[in-house]
């Protein structure tokens, strides 16, 4: 089975790209089969500056002593459909989606061979799928791609659409606490409890393995959504544009090493975290 790892990443000017901390690379580096040998393909189509994002890329890869990257700039189905881009996603250890506009991603590689490749190996390999940003929020089968935070829960005002499909029973939303998106996971969960919302603050990631079972990384907050015990909304009854009410919605928040099993719907709270020069390091499971 596959790893899903999804983080954010955000730009702070046009022309610079604040990376998440070296731990979350370096964590996809050790989920890799191959490690510092792995082959990594990252895709920039989310991005409005793919050859920036690539570079960027690049060198913090090498910074890790992972040489073996390339960058695959999608702008089109009909690229995605290329036979090099399919066999490049053949050999890849790793494949990364970076940011930018993840309706991009659902419309240009939804329905598409190479995305049915991506799954086929994500689900029958040992396999990592890494997203940031847009990459983060496209992994999951649904996704929100429109809402402004002040509106959220306004009936009408947050959009969803089909994700990747990577991930089923979740909804993913990223730049979290940064940007107040609250409303918006609480609107797309209220709509459909059986979900679960995940908000993504800035420097955080979940680590994804067999499907099921999240683990915190990264030093930020990572905010989990759950409607399935809410006791009652008015979603259904109001009209558009007015505002929702939702009564008793469960909220937890994930920090560093923290683990959820999606299949239980349990949160499993690490009791010890060592700080070591500002690195965290995991406690050992005895000391739980």
Known sequence: MGTNLGTQEYIVKPNYLKFFEEGILKRIITESERHTGSHIEVITTASQIPDLVGIEYINAFSKLNVTNVGVLDIKTREDAA?????????????????????????????????????????????????????????????????????????????????????????????????????????????????????????????????????????????????????????IYDVEMGSPVSIKNMRVSVMSIFDKYDLLQNQLNIKKIVKVEEGVFINAPDNLQ
């Not at 590689?109 to 390999?125: D, V």
């Not at 496209?138 to 306004?154: D, E, F, P, V, W």
């Not at 089909?162 to 609480?186: E, K, N, P």
């Open 82 to 234: 290329k036979k090099e881009h399919l066999d490049r996603i053949r050999q890849a250890d790793v494949v990364m989606f970076a940011g930018g506009d993840q309706l991009r991603l659902s419309s240009i590689f939804g329905g598409t061979e190479f995305l049915q490749i991506l799954k086929k190996r994500y689900h029958n390999e040992k396999f990592v799928i890494a997203g940031t940003s847009a990459g983060a929020a496209a992994a999951s089968t649904n996704m929100i791609y429109r809402g402004q935070s002040n509106k959220a829960l306004i009936k009408g005002e947050v959009q969803i659409t089909a994700g990747l499909g990577f991930i089923d029973s979740v909804i993913i939303d990223t730049h979290f606490v940064q940007r107040g998106r609250i409303g918006r996971l609480l609107y797309a969960v209220a709509s459909n409890p059986g979900m679960l919302g995940i908000g993504l603050g800035e420097d955080a990631g979940l680590l994804i393995t067999e499907g099921s079972m999240m683990e915190a990384i990264g030093s930020g907050l990572t905010i989990l959504v759950n409607g399935r015990k809410m006791a009652e909304t008015n």
